[in-house]
């Protein structure tokens, strides 16, 4: 009995083995060094051109790990003890934030964060806005007159609209993000109220705003909620869309403005490097490299936008300060879940 | 000790050279669901209260609704095919014994993409005819959900049936059945194990599948997982939810195991001799029919439609260099993560097809119940564990396959188990008083016995890798893209003719895998010499 039982672990030792040895070569040559190393949850191709001129310029090698902003903010969480990222990229303010509240990324008071407005970074510098996205209304102009647009973001619940609507789902950050600023400028009740409302009237939530605008694109629906770009992405392709900014009126409380930015991991390997990155992509230059890659908008106010883009200084923007979409993340989400949006 | 080991194995212990490997597997298979345990328990009372307040008894509902649907037009489809392909002299059969396994091979969202845009509003459909069908209804997604698993049912009954004995079905008809008698009291009670573990694959796949649900505008139980993670940063709260469906799938795969269990026959291959054909005659052309009606709309649509993107996509931007260092990376871990867990589920399967008793229904659901952890999950947990106790490894090429073996372990254990309980324990017992050793005979007499179900686990598991990508997202070594990345990091933005190079690379890869594994793999009835 004992014997066959040394036999048998012998056997799958040496099964085992051999495996580990298949797969040792190659896990050495795949091993980091001392490179900077950037998890990104922007898209690669939006991100790549900036850090491959961080490189020249620099001589900086950049590892780069590109994948869901949200999966790779859980496994910087899951990586406290022993931290293997350096900088991290996200494309929602709050998700940053989220990180700051729970400890894992590490002030910055380089002069080029405190240059950016205070409403697009944390009051410590531990993240910072990169480029903004507004959130708007984009409707197909072959269905809907101009005279007849809407306004406001509320006048969607309008029963005109009904089943015209299209949202992305709930998971998606940026539209969060607008939740959370509509409850710090109109209230909980009226923003409940909304999204009541929005339900009512047979909103369709969509797997994403890729999905939202090529639908809105095609004339299924009248009318999507996405960030502004989306709209210039599908105008590019040829799509008969418009774009309404929303809320702009004296009394009225104006488009959100999210960010797409970065913040430096506490405990980083390579602390050094990692600010000089964040310091680079405040650069003018990279500010606007990065911001046109996507028709997003720069947040350097000495940065220009894109033609075609509206700059910050072209509409009215929400007052808000982004960290407040970190801080209040949960109570947004149960307020959806109240509502039961999907 | 003994007594309890021997209640633990039934009063009948396996060799410990299957019981220790398989122990040893199922303790390690286990990692994922250790994590989730750990987690749901730092999540404190606050998170379980604000859980029981949301809508996750509807979703829960939502999801197994669609489970049943799925899983009964899956077994619609698929068992007539599984029979045609098998045992009928149908045009073609050698033929679409492997091409209904290609549905396996599109990944998920790309065949739900094809659907809806041949079907969905605005889609061809309705430029062509003016009509078209509601792709986001219930019965639609259950049927596009069907449509894309049923291949799980039918590589699995197909197998089966053609290493079914054909005396048996002779001595029903000597005792005066009629040919549809024989078919449904002694060809489908044989063919009965394997499609229930094809079933369940696919009610596994069903529960556990976010992508293609998503985009086909429904809500299940994996999406309000996916919320807490993705949306609230919420790690104690997704593994609760994480932990209800695995507890969901050890019920279901105690459920197929117990109904299995209560049927058992062997199938003495030594004594078979080679199956008759049933002869369809006039009934070849309705069958016909039925077969490639299937075919077109479970292969050919997807593939043409992946076809017309590519040929945009080359022209819009060309074929980049690139591609051939993905493919080769995509062939290269799934490979190697498909065969470490095809030999490391071999003696799981042995034991659980084989044996019996509350140890084997221990270690045989502990390596399985995993199975519809979210991707994410696992890998969080291998970030988890890797990262705090083999740091050296983290990151690195052996990481990722660890998850995919993980993953995917479960499903070469089902494929190999169904065919592992047919082969009759006399002949590996006749091998060891003919004084072979326990080594020997398996070598000898059980693997090869096994073979077709060996080489079909290790397909899906291979298919299976190819396509993976939560778990190759986050644990990939930095610039080790593959396929499946690269599909990723396209269509996430909407640039679907650019993604779709890679995407058909990643699908002709699998689809020839699957083609060599299925046709490599005679029944071992048809061979000689492998007779004991």
């Known amino acids: 009995m004992f014997r066959s039982v040394l036999r048998a672990l012998a056997e799958f030792a040496v099964m085992a083995t051999i495996l580990a040895g298949l797969a040792g070569p190659v896990s050495m040559a795949a091993e980091a060094g001392h490179e900077l190393v950037v998890y990104s949850g922007r898209k690669e191709p939006l991100i790549l051109p900036v850090i491959k001129a961080f490189e020249a310029e620099t001589g900086i090698r950049v590892v780069l790990k590109s994948g869901g902003a949200s999966e790779l903010a859980n496994a910087i969480l899951e990586e406290r003890n022993r931290p293997r990222a350096d900088v991290f990229i996200s494309n929602d303010a709050g998700t940053l934030e989220i990180l700051r509240l729970r400890g894992v990324l590490a002030p910055n008071r380089s002069p080029k964060v405190a240059a950016i407005p205070r409403e697009f970074r944390a009051a410590d510098g531990a993240w910072v806005g990169v480029s903004g996205r507004a959130r708007v209304i984009m409707y197909n102009v072959e269905q809907v007159t101009p005279k007849n647009l809407p306004k406001s973001i509320l006048d969607l619940t309008d029963s005109r609209w009904k089943g015209q609507v299209a949202i992305s789902s709930s998971q998606n950050e940026s539209l969060i993000a607008q939740i959370t600023g509509m409850r710090q400028t109109l209230g909980n009740k009226a923003t409940e109220a909304f999204l009541a409302g929005l339900l009512r009237n047979q909103v369709r939530v969509l797997k994403d705003h890729t999905e939202v605008r090529k639908a809105v694109g095609k004339g299924e629906f009248q009318f999507g909620v996405v960030n502004h770009y989306y709209y210039h992405l599908e105008k590019e392709e040829g799509s008969k869309v418009g774009v309404i900014y929303p809320d702009q009126g004296e009394d009225q409380i104006g488009a959100l403005v999210n960010v797409a930015g970065v913040g430096i991991v506490k405990g980083a390997r390579n602390e050094e490097a990692a600010r000089r990155f964040v310091d680079y992509l405040l650069m003018e230059k990279a500010q606007e490299e990065f911001a046109n890659l996507n028709y997003e908008i720069p947040l350097l106010p000495s940065a220009s936008a894109k033609a075609g883009v509206k700059s910050l200084k072209e509409f009215k923007r929400m007052k808000v300060n982004l960290d407040v979409l970190g801080q209040e993340l949960n109570e947004t989400l149960d307020l959806v879940e109240k509502v039961g949006l999907p | ?532």
Request: positive net charge; aromatic residues 10%; proline residues 7%.
């Open chain 2, 1 to 532: 000790m003994n007594k309890l080991l021997r209640w633990g194995w039934a009063g009948r212990p396996p060799q410990p050279s299957i019981a220790v490997p398989a122990a040893a597997v199922a303790l390690v298979v286990v990692l994922p669901l250790i994590y989730v345990l750990y987690r749901a328990a730092t999540g404190g009372l606050t998170t379980w209260q604000r859980l029981l307040t949301t809508r996750l008894p509807q979703l829960l509902l939502s999801s197994l609704s669609l489970t049943v649907a799925v899983v009964v037009a899956a077994l619609v489809v698929a068992l007539p095919l599984a029979w045609l392909a098998a045992r009928t002299d149908i045009p073609g059969r050698r033929t679409w014994r492997w091409l209904f396994g290609l549905p396996l091979v599109f990944p998920p969202y790309v065949g739900a993409f094809s659907y809806i845009t041949v079907f969905g509003p605005r889609g061809v459909a309705e430029k062509l005819t003016g009509w078209s069908p509601d792709v986001y209804s219930f019965p639609a997604v259950a049927l596009v959900m069907a449509l894309f698993t049923f291949p799980y049912i039918f590589l699995l009954a197909a197998a089966a049936l053609e290493n079914a004995d054909g005396t048996l079905e002779e001595a029903g008809r000597l005792l005066g059945l009629s040919p549809v008698q024989v078919l449904w009291r002694v060809t489908l009670p044989l063919v009965r194990p394997a499609a229930a573990a094809g079933a369940l694959l696919v009610a596994l796949y069903v529960l556990s599948d976010f992508g293609a649900v998503t985009m086909l505008r429904y809500s299940t139980f994996t999406s309000a997982i996916y919320l807490q993670l993705v949306g609230r940063y919420d790690r104690s709260a997704a593994a609760v939810l994480s932990g209800v469906l695995a507890v969901l799938t050890a019920a279901l795969l105690w459920g197929e195991g117990h109904a299995r269990r209560r049927i058992r026959f062997y199938q003495v291959s030594g004594s078979a001799r080679p199956l008759p054909k049933v002869l369809l005659g006039a009934w070849r052309w309705p069958a016909s029919l039925w077969v490639i009606a299937v075919c077109a709309l479970s292969v050919a649509l997807p593939g043409i439609m992946l076809l017309y993107w590519t040929v945009r996509g080359v022209a819009e931007a060309g074929l980049s260099p690139d591609l051939a260092r993905y493919f080769a990376n995509s062939l290269f871990t799934a490979g190697i993560a498909a065969t470490l867990a095809t030999l490391l589920g071999l003696p799981v399967a042995y034991l659980s097809g084989r044996h019996r008793g509350p140890l084997v229904t221990a270690i045989s659901l502990l390596s399985r119940c995993g199975y519809v952890l979210p991707g994410v999950v696992v890998a969080l947990s291998l970030v988890f564990f890797v990262n705090r106790f083999l740091p050296v490894f983290y990151g690195t090429f052996a990481v990722l396959v660890a998850a995919l073996v993980l993953r995917f372990l479960p499903q070469g254990v089902q494929a190999m188990e169904a065919v592992v309980a047919q082969i009759p324990p006399s002949l590996e017992e006749a091998s060891r008083t003919l004084g072979r050793n326990s080594w020997r005979t398996w070598r000898g007499v059980t693997l090869p016995l096994a073979a077709p179900g060996v080489t079909a686990g290790w397909a899906l598991m291979f298919i299976s890798a190819m396509k993976e990508l939560p778990a190759t997202l986050l644990l990939r070594p930095a610039g080790f893209d593959t396929l499946a990345v690269r599909v990723w990091i396209d269509a996430s933005e909407g640039f679907y003719n650019a993604a779709a190079p890679a995407a058909l690379l990643l699908v002709a890869a699998s689809g020839l895998a699957l083609r060599y594994t299925l046709s490599g793999s005679a029944p071992p009835n048809r061979r000689k010499g492998d007779q004991p």
